[in-house]
């Protein structure tokens, strides 16, 4: 069965440390792979996504996140975390444009929490 | 742009009634998709459509309808509410453009609360 497993429920970081969010998926074929964020209080938002090519992916704010196809991952991370990363990030993958598949699966989630 | 809207935000239910969630969104988008959000299990998909008058099954959709009427509003009903469909839900849509799979865009949620 397709899944998404993300191994860090909950993290707590000082400013200025660095971050690396594990995400592994199941999944046959080719696929599309996904990081949102949730703050507080707020919807789900996209940080980056992978569909093909480079297989680091820069996104927003100043996150990147790297696929590894041979060990099915996709990793986030950040060189240095700030007060305001303190959120939700959930990962998530969908089947590629062909495989006729049109659901996402979601990782249960990591709480990311940034001391000041 | 709105983008993806829902009604209401909060709403307390008793057990047994019911109630319809209102999901808009105003990209033009032709995929939709209702989930709920529990603590500790993530997002699980409920229903989703890929176009206006059709709905399929997500992951956990007993105890939910839903209804694609407009392309532009996605509807997720619940016919007799229980305390185990307490959870905020978020409405989310897609739109594949020339095969490529874009990333889903989401409303701010409804935060539903059954006594």
């Known amino acids: 069965a397709q899944s998404v497993s993300q191994h860090n429920h909950h993290v707590i970081l000082s400013e200025a440390a660095s971050l690396e969010l594990g995400c592994n998926y199941s999944y046959g074929g080719t696929v599309n792979l996904f990081w949102y964020v949730q703050y507080p209080g707020q919807h789900l938002q996209l940080l980056l996504k992978y569909f093909s090519g480079d297989p680091l992916v820069k996104g927003i704010k100043g996150f990147e996140a790297e696929f590894i196809k041979s060990k099915f991952s996709f990793n986030l991370r950040k060189p240095s975390v700030q007060w305001s990363d303190t959120a939700e990030y959930f990962c998530?993958?969908?089947?590629?444009?062909?495989?006729?598949?049109?659901?996402?699966?979601f990782g249960t989630g990591t709480r990311l929490k940034v001391l000041a | 742009n709105a983008g993806v809207t829902q009604t209401p935000k909060f709403r307390v239910l008793k057990t047994g009634q019911s109630m319809t969630l209102l999901c808009a969104q105003d990209m033009n988008h032709e995929y939709m998709y209702w989930y709920r959000q529990d603590p500790g299990m993530g997002l699980r998909l409920i229903h989703y459509s890929v176009g206006e008058g059709t709905t399929a099954k997500g992951e956990v959709p007993d105890g939910y309808n839903v209804s694609r009427l407009k392309k532009q509003n996605f509807l997720l009903g619940l016919e007799s509410a229980a305390p185990s469909q307490t959870s905020v839900y978020f409405c989310?849509?897609?739109?594949?453009?020339?095969?490529?799979?874009?990333?889903?865009?989401f409303g701010p949620g409804t935060r539903l609360t059954v006594t």
């Open positions: 998530a993958v969908k089947g590629g444009a062909t495989s006729g598949t049109y659901k996402y699966i």
């Open positions: 989310a849509s897609s739109y594949p453009l020339a095969g490529v799979d874009y990333e889903q865009y």
